[in-house]
C-alpha cells in the first residue's frame, strides 16, 4: 500500500446522488466500490494513493463533505472518538434484547423469550392452522418487543443520538411495520442491521463492538482500470 495523498469524505447527502463537482472529481472511483458503501447513510471516507484506493463507511455520519490533497485522518478519528448515546434494539424469532449504550457502556437494558413455533410437516387444514397460529405467536412477539423498546427507550429519548436494530431482515422488517413507537421516533434510525446470533444479555453486553464496527473495502489500481 502506497503512501496516500489525498482524503475526500463524503456526507450521506453528498452520496445520495452525487453533485455535479463529486461526480466529476470523484465519481470514477465509486462505481469500483460495493452498493453497501456507496449506499451507506453514515457516508464515505476514501484514502488514495498512486497504488491503492481505500474506502470506509464509518459506523456513524460524516458530518461535513471535505477534500484534503494529503492523508487526514483527523475527520475520520473524530467520528470515531466522539460519544454517543445509542438505542439498540435485537430481535430474532422467539427473543429479543433492547438496550441503551452511553459511550461504550449499557446503562439499561431487557431481555425475554416468547415461544414461536418453528415448523410443521403437516398439509392441507392442519398446515393452514399452524400458520395462522404462528403468525400469531409472531405479533405477540412483535408487540412484547415493542412495548419493551418504549419502556427502555423512553427515558432516555431526548438524548439518544441514534437507534440501530439487529438480527435477521425479514424479522426485523415486519417488526418495524408492526411497532408505532418505532416508526414515530425521532431519534435517526441507521439502516445497517447489527449481526447478532442470539439476542440475550450477553449479546447485549458485547455489541458495542458491532454498533462501532467500520466496512472498508481495498482496492488496487492498475492501469487498464481506469481507477
Not at 470514477?28 to 451507506?40: A, E, G, Q, T
Not at 478519528?77 to 422467539?94: C, D, P, S
Not at 429519548?157 to 421516533?185: A, H, P, S
Request: aromatic share 8%; hydrophobic share 35%.
Amino acid at each position: 500500500m502506497g503512501k496516500f495523498t489525498s482524503s475526500i469524505y463524503l456526507t450521506p447527502q453528498a452520496l445520495q446522488p452525487l453533485s455535479d463537482y463529486h461526480k466529476e472529481s470523484i465519481g470514477h472511483l465509486l462505481k469500483f466500490m460495493p452498493k453497501d458503501i456507496v449506499l451507506s447513510d453514515t457516508g464515505v471516507v476514501i484514502f488514495t494513493s498512486d497504488h491503492d484506493v481505500v474506502a470506509i463507511a464509518p459506523p456513524f455520519p460524516v458530518r461535513e463533505s471535505r477534500v484534503f490533497e494529503n492523508y487526514n485522518h483527523s475527520e475520520l478519528q473524530r467520528v470515531i472518538e466522539t460519544k454517543l448515546t445509542i438505542g439498540v434494539v435485537l430481535l430474532r424469532l422467539g427473543r429479543y434484547a433492547v438496550g441503551v449504550l452511553d459511550g461504550n457502556k449499557l446503562i439499561a437494558s431487557k431481555t425475554d423469550s416468547r415461544y414461536v413455533k418453528n415448523r410443521h410437516r403437516a398439509g392441507g387444514s392442519s398446515q393452514r392452522r399452524f400458520m395462522r397460529s404462528r403468525e400469531r405467536l409472531i405479533r405477540e412477539l412483535y408487540d412484547e418487543t415493542c412495548d419493551t423498546t418504549q419502556n427502555i427507550l423512553r427515558p432516555y429519548e431526548e438524548n439518544l443520538d441514534y437507534l440501530l436494530l439487529g438480527g435477521e431482515r425479514q424479522t426485523i422488517t415486519g417488526f418495524v411495520k408492526r411497532c408505532d413507537y418505532i416508526r414515530r421516533m425521532k431519534t435517526p434510525r441507521l439502516k445497517r442491521l447489527l449481526e447478532v446470533g442470539r439476542p440475550n444479555q450477553k449479546a447485549l453486553q458485547g455489541i458495542v463492538t458491532e454498533v462501532w464496527r467500520s466496512r472498508m473495502i481495498t482496492l488496487q489500481r492498475t492501469p487498464d482500470q481506469g481507477l
